[in-house]
């Protein structure tokens, strides 16, 4: 069986964060998520997530799709896997990976699994222009690794050396678990380092493998808020590449912004300065101008969504929305429909073609088919307690300028007169018009100007 072991107890320290560095987002999604995805897309059946500092959070958030083991205190990376127990009569090869890693790809994963099938530990190296604090890989004139040695414990030769660990290994999982309890804590930090499996295992007579990555954006670890912005760019330029592969078009790359769980289809164009959040879709043929923000959008096909946005919310096919719409809280908009400026739907519905284009707010209200609502309406949908719909039938006409006063019904084919109040329900076919008589008073005009 293929497992997976995440370590993910430490607090980060560097991240200046209360939140488990772990649970830091990239393109939106948690650090740990991404890895606990890309293992399984690897081809593990089982995953351990080791956690510590915070692990109430990262519990939670990650509940179902991960098991735990608790690590407390923590006394190092060799200690972290040891309090995976659910692992050790496991047969089979075994992934431990440093939580810290969030660009690691599932072909990464794939080349490591396969890698272990002949040897008993593959470690994922990488080679460095600049190998800063990270551990040292030192070779034997074979090519097998003889020794890690942490940045902390090198000689000044040693820190010369310029092929690192990546904290990403591979094990035969017996004999993962059968020398962990060799490890020792002899070292500069007084910690257990998974990292002394190497010498331990030469001892042996057991050799160890390097993988070196191609790839060292995908290697890099995340220590720091600079670091998690690097991660962030690196995930987005892959998320929009591969979306490009699939007949997205973006106008510029490298300012539009896609979740790690959105869901584009080909011919959508997206103009910069899109933000594509959560669970949004966006079907063929549908093009996002600038300034657009979406989370959790459904959008149809060929529409056309203008700086405007959409959270929670979904629009059918055929429709225009913007520039400067609104539309949240499970609003729905059927197709064909224009919803043009400065408009703002909240729990709406909004029946097939019907027209709502200028200045305007619906809330909490149930819209027909062929309705068109005016300029300048509003639903006063809250008394400042409570809040009420408006419902307004198929064919209805709201002119501009109109109050519907909640709860209120507007029949079908009903007409509501231009710069109405309207209090009370309206049946079908009639009209309402609810305003103070104009009184027109001769000459005044030409009074007040000359005054
Ligand atoms: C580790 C490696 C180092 C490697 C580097 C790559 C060891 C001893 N060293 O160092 O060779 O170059 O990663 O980034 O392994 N963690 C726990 N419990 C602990 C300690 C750490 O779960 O007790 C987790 C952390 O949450 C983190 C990961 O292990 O996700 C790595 O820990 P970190 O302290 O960042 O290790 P490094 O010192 O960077
Ligand atoms: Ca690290």
């Known amino acids: 069986m293929k497992s997976a072991i995440l370590m993910a107890a430490g607090k980060g320290t560097r991240m200046q964060s209360d939140l488990p560095k772990v649970m830091h987002k990239v393109c939106q999604k948690t650090m740990v998520e991404h890895l606990i995805d890309t293992v399984k897309q690897a081809g593990a059946e089982k995953v351990v997530t080791v956690v510590g500092y915070g692990h109430e959070v990262i519990e939670k958030a990650m509940e179902g799709k991960t ?74 004139e074979n090519g097998f690794i ?5 940045f902390k414990d090198c000689t000044e030769d040693e820190k010369k050396i310029n092929e690192i660990n990546t904290g990403i290994y591979a094990f035969d999982n017996e004999t993962l678990f059968s020398n962990l309890k060799d490890i020792q804590n002899n070292n500069a930090q007084s910690e257990y380092y998974i990292t002394d499996l190497v010498e331990i295992l030469n001892k042996k007579g057991l050799k160890v493998k390097a ?30 590449k591969e979306w490009m592969k699939k007949g997205v078009t973006m106008i510029n790359p490298d300012a539009t912004y896609i ?12 103009y910069p300065n899109v933000y594509l959040e959560g669970n949004t879709t966006v079907q063929r043929g549908t093009t996002i101008l600038p300034q657009s923000f979406l989370d959790n959008a459904i959008i ?16 059918k096919d055929n429709c225009t929305v913007g520039p400067f719409a609104h539309l949240r809280m499970h609003s729905v908009v059927e197709s064909k429909n224009r919803i043009g400026n400065f408009v ?44 009420f719909r408006t419902v ?60």
Do not use: W
């Open 211 to 240: 993988v070196v990555a191609k790839d060292n954006e995908e290697v890099a670890g995340v220590n720091d808020k600079y670091e998690l912005a690097r991660a962030n760019q690196e995930m987005q330029k892959r998320i929009n």
């Open 146 to 150: 003889q020794r890690i040695i942490e």
């Open 344 to 387: 703002e739907f909240k729990n709406t519905n909004f029946g097939f073609d019907s027209r709502c284009a200028h200045l305007t707010y619906i809330g909490d209200s149930d819209i027909g088919s062929k309705v068109n609502i005016g300029c300048g309406v509003v639903t006063v949908n809250y008394d400042g307690k409570n809040k």
């Open 300 to 315: 149809g096909k060929d529409c056309v969504i203008d700086s405007s946005r959409i959270t929670d919310s979904e629009v």
């Open 67 to 140: 098991e735990f083991a608790l690590q407390e205190p923590q006394l190092g990376t060799g200690h972290a896997v040891m309090q995976a127990k659910q692992c050790e009569h496991v047969q089979g090869e075994t992934l431990v990976v440093n939580g810290d890693c969030p660009c690691l790809t599932a072909d990464t994963f794939e080349e490591l699994y396969q890698e272990v099938k002949d040897a008993k530990m593959v470690v994922l190296t990488a080679i460095l222009d600049d190998p800063s604090a990270y551990g040292r890989i030192i070779r034997d």
């Open 259 to 270: 979740g790690a769980d959105v869901k584009l289809e080909a011919e959508v164009i997206l």
């Open 392 to 451: 307004v039938k198929d064919g209805a006409f709201i002119g501009s300028n109109v109050n519907l006063i909640a709860p209120l019904t507007v029949g079908e084919n009903a007409v509501v007169a231009a710069g109405s109040t309207a209090t009370e329900d309206v049946p079908d076919g009639d009209m309402a018009i609810g305003r103070c008589r104009q009184e027109n008073k001769p000459g005044y005009g030409t009074k007040y100007k000359n005054k």
